[in-house]
């Protein structure tokens, strides 16, 4: 038998018992992170209290010119000015963190997460100019903490980083548990075990609601251990005889730290090469995460000064940004490193879609230098941190949660987990939750009863020093015929326009015909939005794409101008 998915409507139809008689509302709003991977961002209400559940970014798409990070839509924290008591963190991914500077002036009391995390925020903080040390308060796992009606539990699970955890908030409604991102590694390498004894007990106990990370939602099986790169790698490095270059995401500590201590057991020596790589493995050694045989690290310009067999570089640009150190590298741009025939280079990371093709062009240089590029396929040089079909069965079967919520994915993976969800634990209801529902748990149930503005902010000029070419070469043509911003609040279910379209524009030329196409824009945006499908218009991409082309016409046509048009689309 398929098990089936509730709809919303059929949700807030079904009015099971649940909560003391009484017990205030809980609410739950997430602001990101549901239908998109990426800009975590969730707040939990009741009475006076409110707790923002991280604060993530989410790396632009190669369309987005000009923009260095979006961020979700803020302006429903408005409503709870004041009232927002904390900052929640599960770890340190920038998914996850990215836009705390952005937040911290919306929240009134300290932030917290668990050391390794925090210590993470903290040079984002320093890059804001913004002193808040002493709002950063450090919480271990298993510890518990009261703000307001909510006690807060900190719950060890593992990720591809250290100190990663889940939250469990007891609220007068019932206790909600939020995952974070997870796998259930079995062999930690810091033997910090995830925590499923408490998930357990929190389910036999009762649990009212389950939000939990769907990542990998149809991936089958389980993810595995980060410790199942090492084969590969041992195989690595006792075949090269030239350097062992591999690209990995600076904060997947684990993986740093199996690759230095290989590094070692093969007499090489370690460089970080790249800013990020450099900082994020000197924060985690500074706070015991990282442990590096003693001189074994060598700075990258030392690299010269050894035989290429006894090196290991360690470095950024995995995801072909341009001004990273492998593609510098690949391209024999990098002061410090070269690459030769000897030499091997790893990819241990996944492919972010939408960057296949800067990858790809990044493996033809280093084809092209004559060394052997390695990837993930033809031998296990990475694992994925977030858990497949298996192990999120297991945590719903442990938790039985009474409603579950699926959240971190695109909606594909939140339908796939919510599936697997009603097939585990038939006795829960499952609510599929979007950014901007506001979900209500009280005596009479759960159900979403309303919804909140929700969308993206497009973030410039915070990432220096990693702005890619095509931005530049737009930046020049935006300096030249400005830049139109269309911002469209629909309705994500009737597609209807909340209010005419609005157009914000930087850089035009003060010009009679630019009015004129400004002036006539809202109303032949309107029409044109009108005349497409439900389908179109309620999917934020498609209906970019049209409005995008429909002022580029209008711009083109009547002002002979190409004005970079990036619109943005609240679904509210
Ligand atoms: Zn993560
Ligand atoms: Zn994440």
């Known amino acids: ?41 969730l707040l939990v209400a009741c009475g006076d209290t409110a707790l923002l559940v991280d604060a993530g970014v989410m790396f632009p798409e190669p369309e987005l010119f000009g923009v ?12 709870f000015r004041g009232k927002i008591a904390a900052l929640l963190l599960t770890h340190g991914h920038e998914d ?11 929240i009134q009391g300290p932030i917290y997460g668990t050391r390794f995390t925090l210590a993470l925020v903290q040079p984002k903080l320093d890059e804001h100019g913004i002193d808040a040390r002493d709002r950063l308060v450090p919480v271990s796992a298993g510890q518990r903490i009261t703000i307001g009606p909510f006690e807060v539990e900190f719950l060890r699970v593992t990720h591809s980083m250290p100190d990663c955890v889940a939250l469990a908030i007891h609220t007068p409604a019932g206790i909600i548990i939020h995952t974070g991102d997870f796998k259930i590694d079995q062999t930690p390498l810091d033997g910090q075990a ?22 990998n939602a149809d991936r089958r099986g389980f993810s595995g251990s980060e410790r199942e790169v090492v084969d590969a790698f041992e195989e690595i490095f006792s075949s090269a005889n030239g350097k062992i270059v591999v690209a990995a995401f600076a904060t997947s500590v684990f993986r740093v730290q199996l690759l230095c201590d290989l590094a070692d057991q093969f007499d090489r020596k370690v460089a970080f090469v790249g800013r990020g790589m450099q900082q994020t493995s000197q924060i985690a050694e500074r706070l015991g995460y990282l442990r590096l045989a003693p001189g074994i690290q060598i700075r990258d310009s030392d690299i010269r000064d050894y035989p290429a067999s006894e090196i290991l570089c360690l470095c950024t640009g995995s995801q072909g940004e341009p001004l990273a150190a492998l593609p510098r590298i690949a391209i024999d741009d990098h002061k410090h490193v070269k690459i030769g025939p000897e030499d091997v280079v790893v990819f241990s990371t996944r492919v972010i879609p939408g960057n296949e093709k800067a990858i790809r062009r990044v493996m033809n240089h ?19 941190g977030h858990g497949s079909e298996e192990e999120l069965k297991l945590l719903l079967s442990l938790v039985k949660p009474k409603f579950f919520v699926p959240i971190h994915g695109e909606y594909r993976q939140l339908a796939r987990h919510a599936r697997m969800a009603s097939l585990v634990c038939p006795g829960t209801t499952v609510i599929m939750a979007e950014d901007g529902d506001v979900l209500q748990f009280d005596e009479t149930g759960a159900r979403v009863v309303d919804r909140v503005p929700a969308g ?6 915070t990432r220096t020093g990693e702005i890619a070419d095509e931005v530049l070469r737009d930046r020049k043509h935006l300096a030249a015929d400005g830049l139109v911003v269309p911002v469209i609040a629909i309705n994500g279910q009737t597609g209807v326009l909340e209010q005419p379209p609005v157009l914000i524009t930087r850089g035009l030329a003060i010009d009679a015909r630019h009015d004129a196409v400004l002036k006539d824009a809202p109303g032949q945006l309107t029409r044109a939005i009108g005349s497409t499908s439900l389908e179109e218009r309620t999917d934020p991409g498609l209906l970019k794409e049209r409005i995008r082309a429909e002022l580029q016409g209008m711009f083109r046509k009547r002002a002979g101008r190409r004005p970079l048009v990036i619109p943005v689309v609240m679904q509210v």
């Open 366 to 384: 280093v084809a092209r230098r004559g060394a052997d590029v390695i990837v993930d396929g033809e031998k296990h040089v990475h694992v994925s």
């Open 68 to 79: 260095d990070l979006v961020i979700p839509d803020l302006s429903s924290l408005e409503a």
């Open 194 to 215: 995830f925590d499923l004894h408490r998930f357990a007990e929190l389910g036999a106990n009762g649990v009212l609601a389950l939000l939990s990370d769907s990542t």
């Open 96 to 106: 996850h963190i990215g836009a705390v500077p952005h937040v911290i002036d919306k």
């Open 456 to 461: 993206r902010i497009l973030i410039d000029g």
């Open 1 to 41: 038998m398929r098990a089936r998915v509730r709809t919303r409507d059929e949700v807030a139809r079904l009015m099971t018992t649940q909560g003391a008689p009484g017990a205030p509302a809980v609410q739950i709003i997430p602001l990101g992170g549901l239908g998109e991977f990426g800009m975590n961002m």
